[in-house]
């Protein structure tokens, strides 16, 4: 309202001023003050006329134009506002999706060989590795000649529990517990640190699994390996970066770590050799 006001009166004392200047033509006291000359009267009192109705629009159209900015000014607060709003929603609709998502990496299939392998080289870079060595009932697979692979395994966490400080955790079945009880002593003074648990197990068959908790904070895990009278080795071996699936795996280990015997870092048995 008092922005059509003022444009009112603008344009309005801009006519009047104006008339007021073609009026003051004949009106000889003001051009004698001036002192402007009879012929120039003319020409003076039409720029006159013409400054003073101009002069209106000019002012009347300044005023709108700040109107105007104070509208997108305020429309564009306000457009922020709204944007801000809606955008803070999507975000948290699409972090509660990611988070229903399974993450990038869900699984790697590697034979066994070339898990062992792998797992070779990720455990020089691992921190903590939670692993399981779990076969059925007295079969003979813990007496069988160890695969090339599994010797790389081997020889990779004793150099990272000497050199890298490693925490090594194994559950095993009783199968492995000889060569359980030969690691405890073999790394028994070392920089990293063995410990393993030794659980009956009477169920048919179950994966094993190595969770490795790398030193930048990164996580995996590796499961396969279901070892029974009528399976070794050699059997296809999953990696999964999940970070929901690798903590169920810890749980697990957790779980059946604390069920089993501790095997003594303190056992006498002979060293088991490298290689």
Known sequence: ?????????????????????IVACNYDPIWNVLRIKDELRGPSTIALSLFFLIGGFILSLRK????????LQTHSSAMEDILQ????????????????????????????????????????????????????????????PRHDSLKVWDRAQAAAMRAGGLIYRDVISTGFRTQAENLAHTFNECKGLYEASCINCSIAGVPN??????????????????????????????????????????????LLFEA????????????????
């Open 85 to 144: 709003t809606h955008t803070s929603d999507i975000e948290k609709q699409l972090n509660t999706l990611n988070r229903s998502l399974p993450q990038k990496g869900l699984f790697a299939v590697f034979s066994c060989d070339e898990a062992h392998r792998e797992i070779a080289k990720a455990i020089k870079k691992a921190a903590v590795a939670l692993n399981t060595r779990v076969l059925v009932g007295e079969t003979t697979i813990g007496l069988e």
């Open 1 to 21: 309202m008092k922005r059509q006001y003022f444009e009112t009166v603008s344009i309005a004392s801009g006519f009047i001023l104006a008339a007021a200047s």
């Open 64 to 71: 709108r134009n700040e109107s105007i900015q104070y509208l």
């Open 260 to 275: 089993g015997e501790r095997i003594s870092q303190q056992a006498t048995q002979r060293p088991l050799s490298e290689g």
């Open 209 to 254: 699994f190595i969770v490795l908790s790398y030193k930048d904070g990164t996580e995996e895990v590796w499961v396969g390996w279901v070892l029974s009278s009528g399976l070794g080795f050699d059997q296809p071996v999953f990696c999964c970066a999940e970070q929901r699936f690798v903590q169920m795996f810890k749980t697990w280990h957790s």
